[in-house]
């Protein structure tokens, strides 16, 4: 009895192996094609996941000298604008002065003041020479000097206003107008000479027909301040490599009204100095006239006598130079 069972188990394990073994025999070009597939489809993923990464890494390394070169771009321009802004011709300077004199206008204003000077240092009685020096100098120093202070004043206005257009550039990009459109709106809403300016940019870009990167590189020529120069930053690095513009513009608007801040704070804290410089100034003019209204006879010598003339103009060039020197020191650079 145990015999036949043991017989029958054996039998049966002898089956069971020879079915194995058949099976294998018959599946096993099956299984090892499959498993080579599953090897294969193993690669090919990893591929494709090293060269997603590779085409990220790739693209971030292209955008990132894309910037540099963008930024390399605008150094050189920079360099070569700061030159032109140290010394503008007249024409720009009138141009930045918001003035629509031709040269031949500023010409004729010159010799205008320069004969109105003329007739009142003679009629005066000055000497000769006093009458020739203050001709001179209010024909070719006074007009200057009025073209300074409005090109300033300009600048100004400028600073004070060019935040509040940067923020309708940001909304307008935010609700999904084009950049193109938000710069039209400025161009007919904001207060001058934003309005102007960006006027300018808007008709460059639909009457000649320049890129915006482009239109907006020559603000910083018209109007040659830092803030300016910002903004033609941003704005061509994003038209060359790409970029949220809402978000840089929004960064760039925060950073100007926090230079406004600081420009305030640099005023508030110079202004002592400032009070100093004029006190010192006016000292000397008011001890003249303080002088001559009771010795009027003492204090008219420095204009009737030669060596009091010399005198005369020697503490006005040296009050000229101290004024200059004190006016350096409180002029702060940020």
Known sequence: MLGSTGLIA???????LSVGSIAYVILAGRIRAENQIENR?????????????????????????TIQDTL????????????????????????QAGLNWTRRTF?????????????????????????????????LGLPRWIVSYLRKRRFKLFLAEFPN??????????????????????????????????????DEQQGLGLPLADAVARLPER????????????????????????????????????RAKMSGKIKAMSMEAKASAWIIGSLPVLVMVITFMSS??????????????????????WMLIGILVMRKMIDFKF
Do not use: W
């Open 10 to 16: 054996a039998i049966a394990l002898l089956t069971m």
């Open 41 to 65: 489809l193993a690669g090919l993923q990893a591929k494709t996941v090293a060269a997603a990464a590779a085409g990220r890494t790739s693209d971030a390394t292209r955008r990132r000298k």
């Open 72 to 95: 390399e771009e605008m150094e050189r321009n920079q360099k070569a604008r700061q030159k032109r802004t140290d010394s503008p011709p007249l024409m720009l300077r009138l141009q």
């Open 107 to 139: 010409i004729a204003i010159s010799v205008t003041i320069a004969l109105v000077v003329c007739v009142i240092a003679y009629v005066s009685g000055l000497p000769l020479y006093a009458v020739a020096a203050a001709t001179i100098g209010a024909g």
């Open 165 to 202: 257009a940067v923020d309708v550039l940001v909304r307008g990009i935010k609700s999904g107008l084009p950049v193109s459109d938000c710069m039209r709106i400025i161009a007919n809403e904001a207060k001058e000479p934003v309005r102007s300016e960006f006027r300018l940019i808007v």
């Open 223 to 258: 109007v040659p301040v830092t803030e300016a120069n910002f903004f033609a930053i941003v704005i061509a690095i994003q038209q060359r490599a790409g970029g949220n513009l809402s978000e840089a513009l929004g960064n760039l608007s925060r950073v100007l009204r926090e």
């Open 296 to 317: 009027p006879k003492y204090i008219l010598l420095l204009f009737t006598h030669p060596l009091g003339n010399v005198i005369l103009g020697c503490s006005a060039v």
